[in-house]
Each structure stands twice: as structure tokens, then as C-alpha cells.
């Protein structure tokens, strides 16, 4: 009774287990599906705005006009940062700071672009003027410092790219050196074909046209091994008959013409 007790016991510890680590991958896999929404809809958001900015830029006239130009300007000058940042993070850690610095300055920017969208529903325009400037000004020194930093790193990925050339041209070049120094190979083996052509000329006539053709084969055989079919040179393709099916009827056609005639003219000619 009391094993019984165990089982049934051990049983249920399993299900709740079971039960809270479902629970658990659910809740984790629901977060992860809401934060790729999430982004999406940013990304998305992101884009409208974008989009109707610029196409206030050309349908506006006056201040709204300028305060959008200034807004997308602001904002095309961070999204060019931040993704030369982010694209560059993978081979080069240390632009980790300066994304860091970047998140930092949008920040910034982020309350500059809301006093701008409340500048642009100002109905006063003698506000407007006023304000205008001031906040023109706040957004070129975050441009500017976006600008700053997105040049520094595209020069630095640049200076690495150089550097890594260099060095992967230095090896090439050292790589056909080494390959050129064939003079000591060829002398040997000059040396050991002499060689090889003199012991069988004093080993008799015949003894000599069997060692001739044996390296002669020896010589084939090296030499067809060493070739290898290539990417261009059309080694190794299948034919055209090949690939139309018609291999077999031309084999089968050349077959039958190559038989001997059997009609009544093979017997006088064969008496």
C-alpha cells in the first residue's frame, strides 16, 4: 500500500512538473511573439512616419515645411548611424560604445521631434518663428555628432579592410613565389629520366622498347591522374544526346549499320 502511495505521488510530481514547465515555455515563447510584434510595428510606425515627412517636405509650404525637413533630416541622419553601428558591431566590439552613445543621443533627439510636432500644430506663426531657430539648432548638434560618429567608424571599418588586404596580398604574392620554384623538381627529374633511358639501352633491344613503353604508360597513367575537370573548361558535362535521351537510338542506329549486308549479293561476291 504504502508503494502505491509512492507511485501515485511520484506520478503527480511528474505531471506538475510537466504542467509548470509548459507553463513556463508558453509564457517565454508568448514574449518572444510580442516582442518581434513589437519591433515590426515600430519598424513599421517608423516607416509612415518617415514616408509622410517626406511628403510634407514637398507639399508644404512655410514653416510646416521646415519644421518636417528638419525632423526628417534629424531622423535619417540616426538611422544611418545606427545601422552602420549595428553592421560593423559584429567584426568590431568597440563600436558597442559608441551604439551605446548613439542610444543616448536619440534619446535626445526623441524629445527634439516631439517639440517639433507640437511646434507644427502651433497656430501662431509668430511662435513658430521664434521657436524655429532655436530648435534648428539643437538638431544640427545632434546631427552632427550622429555624423561624427557614423564617419569615424565607417573610416575605422574602411582602415581594417585596407589592413586586411594588405596582409591577404602579402601571402598571395609569397604563396606564387613558392609556387614558381620548380627548377629543383624538374632537374631531379630530367636526372632520373637519363637515368632511366640508359639502363635501358644497355639492357638489350627488346628490354628497352618494354622499359620505354612501360614509362610511357607510367608517363599516361601520372598524367591523366593529374587531370581534373573544372568549373569552365565543359570537362565532365554530360552531352547534348545525353541530355535530350538520345544516346541510346544513335548507339542502337550506328550498331546496325556497322552489321554485314546478308541479302543475295553476299554470295557471289563471297564465291
Known sequence: MDVFGVMIGLVLLFGIATLVLAVVGTVKAAKAVAAKVEKHEANARRAVETATLKAKTYTKVGPPAQIATVR?????SLD??????????????????????????DAHAAELDGELRVLEREPDTARIAAKLPELRERAERITHAAETMRWAAQDRMHRFADD???????????EAGALRHWDTGAGSGSASGAAAASAAASGG???????????????????GGAVRAGLTDGKGRPSAEDLLGLADPLTKLAQRLRKPSTGPSAGPSAS
Not at 72 to 76: A, V
Not at 81 to 104: M, Y
Open 72 to 76: 526628417l533630416k534629424l531622423r535619417t
Open 80 to 105: 544611418g548611424t545606427r545601422q552602420v553601428l549595428e553592421g560593423g558591431l559584429a567584426q568590431d566590439g568597440q563600436l558597442g560604445e559608441s551604439l551605446a552613445l548613439l542610444t543616448r543621443l
Open 164 to 174: 586586411e588586404l594588405s596582409r591577404l596580398s602579402q601571402e598571395c604574392e609569397s
Open 205 to 223: 633491344g627488346s628490354a628497352g622498347v618494354g622499359g620505354a613503353a612501360g614509362a610511357t604508360g607510367a608517363a599516361g597513367s601520372s598524367g
